[in-house]
């Protein structure tokens, strides 16, 4: 069974920074590009992020572009989005997507960010 | 950057009827389309990819079509379980993926 649990979500002043992770299992995480996926409260998906299987390729939203970096793992099996200068337009459901070149297949359950002074 | 445009935003539907949710790209994206649902408080989760290949799982009352531009999700008899957001998003331009913003299909 596809498994992605992402952590580290929670309340951050504006400005503030934070790091989720995502944890993959149940299938082969290093042959897969994976993606970071928000949803503000209300509102739609937004894709933030992508980083190719062994990272050579990675993208960004203009929205985060500059403040945001996606990492991996491949060892640990895991995703990793740092996100710095935090507003408070950034606060959503942050969710990891894996990528099967043309679709996300599987996602996690999502994990919170609340920017808020 | 390509832009979804999804109509409508919301609509109410019965059981047993016939839903048609309509996705429209800013410029052709051949079948690079794929359809998520989403239901209150969970993960989105994939419905149809390339247009029309149903992801497993997915019963045979979703299909999709279209081509180009425009395309098309249909529930061909809408059961309580399908009461949901459904979200279109391109895979044409995977440097930046994009999603429609969604249309709510509620009673």
């Known amino acids: 069974e596809v498994l992605l649990v992402e952590s580290g979500g929670g309340l951050v002043k504006p400005g503030g920074s934070l790091r989720l992770s995502c944890a993959a299992s149940?299938?082969?995480?290093?042959?897969?590009?994976m993606n970071w996926v928000r949803q503000a409260p209300g509102k739609g998906l937004e894709w933030v992020s992508s980083i190719s299987s062994s990272s050579t390729y990675i993208f960004y939203a203009d929205s985060v572009k500059g403040r945001f970096t996606i990492s991996r793992d491949n060892a640990k099996n895991s995703l990793y989005l740092q996100m710095n200068s935090l507003r408070a337009e950034d606060t959503a459901v942050y969710y990891c997507?894996?990528?099967?070149?043309?679709?996300?297949?599987?996602w996690g359950q999502g994990t919170l960010v609340t920017v808020s002074s | 950057d390509i832009q979804m445009t999804q109509s409508p935003s919301s609509l109410s539907a019965s059981v047993g009827d016939r839903v048609t949710i309509t996705c429209r790209a800013s410029?052709?994206?051949?079948?690079?389309l794929n359809w998520y649902q989403q239901k209150p408080g969970k993960a989105p989760k994939l419905l149809i990819f390339?247009?029309?290949s149903l992801h497993s799982g997915v019963p045979s009352r979703f299909s999709g079509s279209g081509s180009g531009t425009d395309f098309t999700l249909t529930i061909t008899s809408l059961q309580p379980e399908d009461f949901a957001t459904y979200y279109c998003?391109?895979?044409?331009?995977?440097?930046?993926?994009?999603f429609g913003q969604g249309t709510k299909v509620e009673v």
């Open positions: 149940g299938f082969t995480f290093n042959r897969h590009s």
């Open positions: 410029q052709s994206i051949s079948s690079s």
């Open positions: 998003q391109q895979s044409y331009s995977t440097l930046t993926w994009t």
């Open positions: 390339a247009t029309s």
């Open positions: 997507a894996s990528d099967s070149s043309s679709y996300f297949d599987f």
